[in-house]
């Protein structure tokens, strides 16, 4: 498949996850505390996170899928020790709306839109001659 159209199939599959998350599933306000919900939206967070891997895992250069990896193993790894925080019962209101806001940033298409264009950014670079008199 053609990079352009992967991209923007991906795109699209990631604006439909992050719309049920943030719009159906996040619009449950009695649930969100209990495991059963917690665990749905990391499945979604989950799937942004394969959908983004296997679109970038083709990508000719392989710093875009080292950057995407460690971006959400960074984002999984600081909810799993904001979910034990919440399960301690140490954090206050701030902080849980904080870890709120960052997970649907990241099953958003935001990160996937800033990898985009990223690779835009490259392609122009790679596409100018970095040797004009040569």
Known sequence: MRLNLRLLISLIIIVVIGWINVDI?????YAKLSVKWQ????????????IGYFNWKFYPHSWMITLWTIAYGI?????????LLLFMKIPNLFFKQFVLQLRNIFTGPLPFFVFYMLHLLTYSF?????????
């Open 25 to 29: 599933v996040g619009s449950f306000e």
């Open 39 to 50: 665990a749905i939206h990391f499945c979604f967070l989950a799937a942004t996170a394969l």
């Open 75 to 83: 984002i999984v790894a600081l909810l799993l020790i904001a979910g």
């Open 126 to 134: 790679n596409k100018k001659d970095p040797d004009p008199k040569g």
